[in-house]
């Protein structure tokens, strides 16, 4: 039984930071992506980032510069520190996991955890 368990989600003021974490548990992800998606009320879901295997990354250009994705691959977990957080960035964040790299339809989903930036 594949499960992905996201933490670190919060409240934090407009320039804050956030650091969120993704733990897979029931197999080795070798040759998976890992990443993130975020979806605010009344919004489309959208991808934020992803990190292959090998280390290839990938952001949406509205997170350049403020967030960093990385993995630590013997434990199975990806993070995603934000900095210079915006009101625009509050949504729930999806961690995910695909082969190869993240579609719009990764074949894992965590459940996800709750960011908001207050102005």
């Known amino acids: 039984q594949v499960q992905l368990v996201e933490s670190g989600g919060g409240l934090v003021q407009a320039g804050g930071s956030l650091r969120l974490s993704c733990a897979a548990s029931?197999?080795?992800?070798?040759?998976?992506?890992m990443g993130w998606f975020r979806q605010a009320p009344g919004k489309e879901r959208e991808f934020v980032a992803q990190?292959?295997?090998?280390?290839?990354?990938g952001y949406v250009a509205s997170v350049k510069g403020r967030f960093t994705i990385s993995r630590d691959n013997a434990e199975n977990t990806v993070y995603l520190q934000m900095n210079s957080l915006k009101p625009e960035d509050t949504a729930v964040y999806y961690c995910?996991?695909?082969?190869?790299?993240?579609?719009?339809?990764?074949?894992?989903w965590g459940q996800g955890t709750q960011v908001t930036v207050s102005s």
């Open positions: 995910a996991a695909q082969k190869l790299v993240l579609t719009n339809t990764p074949d894992y």
């Open positions: 990190i292959t295997w090998s280390g290839d990354i």
């Open positions: 029931g197999r080795t992800f070798s040759s998976y992506a």
